[in-house]
C-alpha cells in the first residue's frame, strides 16, 4: 500500500526556518517525481515545489524561488522541504504528493499525504 | 505565470443532475490540463489529465474537453459523493498553476 507521511509542520515565527519530511513507502520511491503542494486556511490549492525521480531536477513557485529548497534521500524514501525566511503567507498545510508517471514531462500526483500545517505568526 | 480561472465560483445542484464546469487559462496550454476533486479534510484527488484522460480508478460520469485555452469537465449524472471543490491546473509551464476551484454543493 502507498503511503507517504508527512511530519515537520508547526508554528514559527515569521523569518524562521522549517524542514518538512515525507516518508514514503510501498512503492519504489526513486522511480516516481514527487512533489509539495500547499493550501491556506479556506483557500485553493497552491504548487510550491517538485523534483525529479533521480532529484537531478527541481522546479518552485516564484512565491518560494530563493527561499524554499526541496531535496530527496533515496536510501531513506524520503523527500524534504526546507523553507526558510518564512513570512505570513506561507501558512497553509502543505501536502506531500508523488507523481502517476502519467506522462514524462508533467507531474500529476496519483497519491498524497495527509499533510501537515504550518503556521507563521509571531 | 499562467493564470487559471474557473467558473462558476459555486454551483448548486441536485444528484442526478449533469453538472457542466469551465477552467480557462490565460495562455495557450494544448491539452496541458488537469481536473482534481477536494472534499473537506481531504487531499485532493486527480480525475482527469491531458484534458480529457481519466486517471486510474476514476468512474465514467466524469468526462473532459477543451484545448488551447478553454476546458470544461462534465459530469454526467451527479452523485452524493461527487459534492466537493473542483479545481483545474495547467500542467503545460512550470510553475504549474491551479484554478481557483469551484464548488459544488446541495441545491
Known amino acids: 500500500e502507498v503511503q507517504l507521511v508527512e511530519s515537520g509542520g508547526g508554528l514559527e515565527h515569521p523569518g524562521g526556518s522549517l524542514r518538512l519530511s515525507c516518508a514514503a513507502s510501498?512503492?519504489?520511491?526513486?522511480?516516481?517525481?514527487m512533489t509539495w503542494v500547499r493550501q491556506a486556511p479556506g483557500k485553493g490549492l497552491e504548487w510550491v515545489s517538485a523534483?525529479?525521480?533521480?532529484?537531478?531536477?527541481?522546479y518552485y513557485a516564484d512565491s518560494v524561488k530563493g527561499r524554499f529548497t526541496i531535496s530527496r534521500d533515496s536510501f531513506r524514501n524520503t523527500l524534504y522541504l526546507q523553507m526558510n525566511s518564512l513570512r505570513a503567507e506561507d501558512t497553509a498545510v502543505y501536502y506531500c504528493?508523488?507523481?502517476?508517471?502519467?506522462?514524462?514531462?508533467?507531474?500529476?500526483?496519483?497519491?498524497w499525504g495527509q499533510g501537515t500545517l504550518v503556521t507563521v505568526s509571531s | 505565470e499562467i493564470v487559471m480561472t474557473q467558473s462558476p465560483a459555486t454551483l448548486s445542484v441536485s444528484p442526478g443532475e449533469r453538472v457542466t464546469l469551465s477552467c480557462r487559462a490565460s495562455?495557450?496550454?494544448?491539452?496541458?490540463l488537469a481536473w482534481y476533486q477536494q472534499k473537506p479534510g481531504q487531499a485532493p484527488r486527480l480525475l482527469l489529465y491531458?484534458?480529457?484522460t481519466r486517471a486510474t480508478g476514476i468512474p465514467a460520469r466524469f468526462s473532459g474537453s477543451g484545448s488551447g485555452t478553454e476546458f470544461t469537465l462534465t459530469i454526467s449524472s451527479l452523485q452524493s459523493e461527487d459534492f466537493a471543490v473542483y479545481y483545474c491546473?495547467?500542467?503545460?509551464?512550470?510553475?504549474?498553476?491551479f484554478g481557483p476551484g469551484t464548488k459544488v454543493d446541495v441545491k
Open positions: 504528493a508523488r507523481d502517476g508517471n502519467y506522462i514524462d514531462r508533467a507531474i500529476l500526483p496519483d497519491y
Open positions: 491531458g484534458a480529457s
Open positions: 491546473q495547467q500542467f503545460s509551464a512550470w510553475p504549474f498553476t
Open positions: 510501498g512503492f519504489t520511491f526513486r522511480r516516481h517525481a
Open positions: 523534483i525529479s525521480d533521480n532529484g537531478v531536477y527541481t
Open positions: 495562455q495557450i496550454v494544448s491539452s496541458d
